[in-house]
Structures are given as C-alpha cells and as structure tokens.
C-alpha cells in the first residue's frame, strides 16, 4: 500500500510502524492547535486595545483603506503549511480569524481598496441597487 520511511540511528535503521507515525501525526496536530489558540488569544488581545480607543486610527497604504479583516484573512492561507510548520501556522491562522472575525461587519468593503480624498475624509459610499 504505502511504505513508511527509514530514518537512520546510531544502530542502524529502524522502520516507523504505522503506530509511531500516527503519533507523530497527532503530535504535530496538538502543536497546531496549542499555537492556533495562542494566535487567537493575541488578536483578541490586540482587537480589545483597538476598539477600546475613543477614536481608533485607520491604516492606509497608498491612499488606500486597509482594514484589519483583509490582513486576517491573508493570515489565514498560512494554514496552508500546516504540515510542514505547525506552530508558526497555528499562530498566524489564529491571528488571522480573530483579525477577521473581529472586522466581519465590514467585510463587503474588503479588497475594494478604494482611495481617500486628498482633504483626508473618507470616500462617499456607494449604494449597491
């Protein structure tokens, strides 16, 4: 079906049974987790400073609005390393849901990246019809 790698030792080889490789599976998983919990616990943390601010300031980069719910959601690809990088992915993909999760109310202007009036105000609202 599958062969389970060799890695050498001082004796020799020693084969991994299916046993220690779903151990070493489950290891790297809890890592994951662990990580993905203290990811979320960062952005929670840095989400209640934010919002705790009488008026929070805004990031803009190039004239452009860059909201905190965009960088979650870039964070969140990271989760595509999950298997060779547990810990930083946990990390990060948890940093970004929190990012995200705290910034859904403004998610439909998200990757709109609409520019900011030279006089610094933001720009007028579009209605969908």
Known sequence: MFKIPKFPNKKGTKELSSTDNDLFNKSMVDKNKVAYQTGLDIAKLITSYWNSQ????????????????????????????????????????????????????????????????????????TTAK
């Open 54 to 125: 009488k008026n929070p300031g805004k990031v803009y980069i190039s004239n452009r609005r860059v909201h905190h719910g965009e960088i979650g959601s870039l964070l969140g690809l990271s989760n595509l390393f999950k298997k060779s990088q547990p810990i930083p992915t946990g990390i990060l993909s948890g940093l970004g849901e929190g990012l995200a999760k705290d910034d859904y109310a403004d998610k439909e202007q998200w990757f709109t990246f609409k520019k900011r009036n030279n006089d610094g105000q933001k720009p007028p609202e």
